[in-house]
Every structure is written in structure tokens, then in C-alpha cells.
């Protein structure tokens, strides 16, 4: 093989890569809101004023949910980037987005709770649960788009 065919090899090869990055984004969102979700049902059952039953189902059902939240992340990941593809500017947009989801729910769930509004922790779960849901697919798929762009250049 000549120098020129191994850097069309070599190029087909990262195009491929990044193609295969490209269509799927680094953690699905159903995962991300699945953890929203599960919060979201911990602060409920958690909360003053909820009956003994519901606290005990509730808290069954949200154990066998987080169970096969786990389990489908792990059968249904069809693959995984390497952790070198990983820019920082993926890592501090994925941060970024993380702690303001904790932070809207934190924020909501003090302010809730002052007003004394019946199951304010609840309600700011949900409300990091809905951001989490609803921001979730543009940063999963804005950081594959920066590491797809990171394999195509070859660094």
C-alpha cells in the first residue's frame, strides 16, 4: 500500500467513526430523564405527610425502576466513545447542564418549600426532570457532534 492509498484508508476510517458517532448521542436522554424520574418519584414518597403505604410502594416501584433503568442502559448501548474524544469543552457543557439541572431543582424546591407549598420538593424535582427531558437530546447530541468533529480531524 502507498502513502496515498493508506490516507484514503485512513480517512474512510474516520469518516465511518465519526458517521458512527454521530448517530448516536453520548447518553440517551430516556436515561437521563429516567434518573428525573426516579428523583422525582424519591422526593414524593419522601415527602412529609406522605402515607406509610405509598412510601413503601412507591419506594419498591422506584428501586425496580432505577433496577431496569440500569439495566437497559447497559443492553441497549450499542457503543461507547473512548474517553480521550471527550473535549473539554464537552466535559464543561455536560457539567454545565448537570449542575443547572440540580441547581433548578434545588432553587424551586427552597422557594417551594419557604412558600410552604404542599410537596415543593416533589415539584422541584419534576421541574429538573422536565429541563433534564427537554435539554437533554441537544447536549447528548452536541457533545457526539464535538467528538465526531475531533475524530474527522484526526486529532
Do not use: C
Not at 22 to 33: D, I, K, L, Q, V
Not at 41 to 60: K, N, S
Not at 66 to 73: D, G, P, R, Y
Not at 76 to 100: D, I, P, Q, Y
Amino acid at each position: 500500500m502507498n502513502p496515498e492509498e493508506a490516507a484514503q484508508s485512513l480517512a474512510t476510517i474516520r469518516q465511518t467513526q465519526a458517521k458512527a458517532l454521530r448517530s448516536e448521542p453520548w447518553f440517551p436522554h430516556w436515561y437521563t430523564t429516567g434518573v428525573g424520574v426516579f428523583v422525582t418519584g424519591g422526593q414524593f414518597v419522601t415527602e412529609p405527610g406522605t402515607p406509610i403505604p405509598v412510601m413503601i410502594g412507591g419506594g419498591l416501584v422506584l428501586l425496580a425502576g432505577l433496577a431496569i433503568l440500569a439495566f437497559l442502559m447497559v443492553r441497549r448501548r450499542r457503543m461507547a466513545a473512548h474517553r480521550s474524544l471527550m473535549t473539554g469543552s464537552g466535559s464543561v457543557a455536560f457539567a454545565v447542564w448537570l449542575v443547572g439541572s440540580i441547581a433548578l431543582d434545588i432553587a424551586l424546591t427552597f422557594w417551594l418549600t419557604f412558600a410552604e407549598v404542599p410537596y415543593g420538593r416533589t415539584y422541584g424535582a419534576l421541574a429538573m426532570t422536565v429541563f433534564m427531558a427537554a435539554t437533554g437530546p441537544f447536549v447528548a447530541r452536541w457533545i457526539s457532534d464535538r467528538m465526531a468533529r475531533r475524530v474527522e480531524s484526526g486529532r
